[in-house]
């Protein structure tokens, strides 16, 4: 069945570093691809998305590019900062369903 | 706009009660999906409902049980309650309803943390 695999973390990193979370995914299809971010005690923000092949989504500084001959939707910033320190989740899928990575944690030092 | 809207934000029960949770999706949509998140299992589809039908199923026990009103408005049911069933529940809601287009991108909201005792 349809899946995805995400890197677990947690992550720590400093401001200003380069961050990288890796996604794959598994899917009978060409599923649309999202990367959402949860901020302790809430729900679930869409970061952002892609829908087909090369796709690149973008927002706040992140990026992910849609890679369909690798299965891959890797998140990417140049240059964190202490509020992004948050649980980032890659998911597929569309209205009807999502289906979610294991998600990543997150935590940016000043 | 208002956003998606879950009620209530916190609730305790004990097992073998039932619980109600509810949801009001943005005005204007008509699916309303449902999650299950724990640290264990992660995030976990429960249900889907468009137009009153629910159209997607999860991998869950009887025990789940959604619907959905004729306003959108959704609410899910949880009987018998296990300590297990302990989650934040994830209601989302999508302006459309068919294929997996751009646009039908999901907005969550801020969920029902529910703990069994």
């Known amino acids: 069945g349809d899946s995805v695999t995400q890197m677990e973390g947690p992550v720590t990193l400093s401001e200003e570093a380069f961050l990288t979370i890796n996604c794959t995914y598994t899917?009978?299809?060409?599923?649309?691809l999202f990367w959402y971010v949860q901020y302790p005690g809430e729900g679930l923000q869409l970061l952002l998305k892609?829908?087909?092949?090369?796709d690149k989504g973008s927002n706040k500084g992140f990026e992910a590019t849609y890679r369909k001959e690798t299965t891959s939707f890797h998140l990417e910033k140049g240059s964190v900062q202490v509020s992004d320190s948050a649980v980032y989740f890659c998911?597929?899928?569309?209205?009807?369903?999502?289906?979610f990575g294991k998600g990543t944690k997150l935590t940016v030092n000043p | 706009k208002a956003g998606v809207t879950q009620t209530p934000r916190y609730l305790i029960k004990t097992r073998g009660q039932q619980v109600t949770l509810s949801c009001s999706p943005i005005?204007?949509?008509?699916?309303v999906s449902w999650y299950q998140q724990t640290p264990g299992q992660g995030l976990q589809f429960l249900f889907e409902?468009?137009?009153?039908?629910?159209?997607n199923k999860g991998n869950f026990p009887g025990r789940f049980s959604g619907r959905q009103f004729s306003n959108s408005r959704s609410e899910m049911n949880v009987s018998t309650l296990e300590l297990g069933d302990s989650a934040l529940y994830l209601c989302?809601?999508?302006?459309?309803?068919?294929?997996?287009?751009?646009?039908?991108?999901?907005?969550f909201g801020a969920g029902t943390r529910l703990s069994v005792l």
């Open positions: 989302a809601s999508s302006p459309l309803g068919q294929g997996r287009e751009a646009k039908n991108i999901q907005y």
């Open positions: 899917a009978t299809g060409y599923p649309s």
């Open positions: 892609a829908t087909k092949a090369d």
């Open positions: 998911a597929q899928g569309g209205s009807e369903k999502l289906v």
């Open positions: 005005s204007g949509h008509r699916s």
């Open positions: 409902y468009f137009s009153e039908t629910q159209r």
